[in-house]
């Protein structure tokens, strides 16, 4: 029979939103030790008792990604052993997302290999948000609940008032989410930039479909990686006679020469959220929003049966 009370549990990956979403329950964090041993292998010891216990584990699986990606995995076995009642493998950012199709012959389909090592390691439900597809949600076959960070980056667009606002997408299968954003954005024009990757870090802009001249743009992706994308979006608008330009992401993975490339753009601002912890990259055009108190909110519901659809109308 499953204890009255949730825990909170989290590994290395983003400690800082885990420590946020306590704050905003008003939960100490439950304690686990994770090491390594000698070989670089993970070593985890489960130090509270989770006997019966609704047990919600948040790990973003940000690089390092497979250090991440298998901590989360052994915790879970160990909570798992430790008879948890239900294990909610909270996922502020899901890693491996774009692996999510065989885009050619002979590529593995990443993305459902990792939903599948998720619940054969033990989560009963996940909870994630902006997952590069949202289709990946289909890859398992446990619940999952998926949040939007769109709430808390268009509070903090609307409450700029800029003046005469276009959004600007990357690329037409980031379409449904900027037409998300313009529509919440006073109705504001669309853009998209039909873009071609021409390698795994370059692509190429083919064409403008819309138009950005004398608007104040708000490019809009789901994840910053390499920054080429965004940086050649933001560089596009401003040829095409933007008057200013903004970036905004949900996942600020920032690898590589991404802060370079982005602080040669030269937006006003790039905002983005603490699913995936700047860890160094901090800088003052940068500008992070925390989600905690959203997956908070969703952690609180999903524990007392109740909607979280409802946290988005
Ligand atoms: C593309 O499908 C995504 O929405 C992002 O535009 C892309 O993954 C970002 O990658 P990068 O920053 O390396 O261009």
Redesign the pocket.
């Given at each position: 029979m499953r204890k009255k009370e949730f825990q909170i549990f989290s590994g290395t990956g983003n400690r800082k939103v885990a420590d946020r979403i306590c704050k905003y329950l008003d939960l100490p964090m439950s304690r686990a030790e994770i090491s390594r041993f000698p070989d670089g292998e993970i070593d985890v010891k489960i130090q509270d008792d989770v006997r019966g216990s609704d047990v919600f584990l948040v790990q973003s699986t940000c690089p390092p990604v497979n250090e991440n990606l298998m901590e989360l995995l052994i915790l879970m076995d160990a909570l798992r052993r430790a008879s948890a009642d239900r294990i909610t493998a909270v996922i502020p950012y899901f890693g491996y997302a774009?692996q999510d199709r065989k885009a050619e012959g002979r590529v593995p389909i990443s993305a459902k290999l990792v939903a599948n090592l998720i619940t054969k390691a033990g989560a009963d439900r996940v909870l994630t948000m902006d997952l590069?597809a949202a289709q990946i949600q289909g890859f398992f076959d446990i619940p999952v609940d998926h949040l939007y960070a769109a709430p808390v980056l268009l509070d903090y667009f609307k409450k700029k008032d800029l003046g005469k606002v276009c959004v600007l997408c990357?690329?037409v299968?980031?379409a449904k989410m900027a037409r998300a954003y313009a529509k919440r954005l006073g109705g504001a024009p669309l853009a998209i930039i039909d873009k071609r990757r021409t390698g795994p870090?370059e692509?190429e802009v083919a064409e403008v479909i819309g138009t950005v001249e004398g608007h104040d743009v708000v490019v809009v992706?789901?994840?910053?990686?390499?920054?080429?994308?965004?940086a050649e979006a933001a560089k596009v608008a401003r040829e095409r006679g933007a008057r200013s330009v903004r970036m905004c992401a949900t996942h600020a993975v920032l690898c590589g020469k991404?802060l370079e490339k982005i602080e040669a753009s030269k937006v006003e601002e790039l905002v983005v959220t603490d699913t995936v912890p700047l860890n160094g990259k901090e800088r003052p055009f940068i500008i992070q929003l925390t989600v905690a108190e959203l997956l908070a909110e969703a952690i609180r519901r999903i524990h007392k049966s109740e909607s979280i659809s409802s946290l988005f109308s």
């Open positions: 774009r590069h990357c690329d299968g980031g870090s692509t992706d789901d994840m910053i990686s390499t920054g080429t994308s965004i991404a």
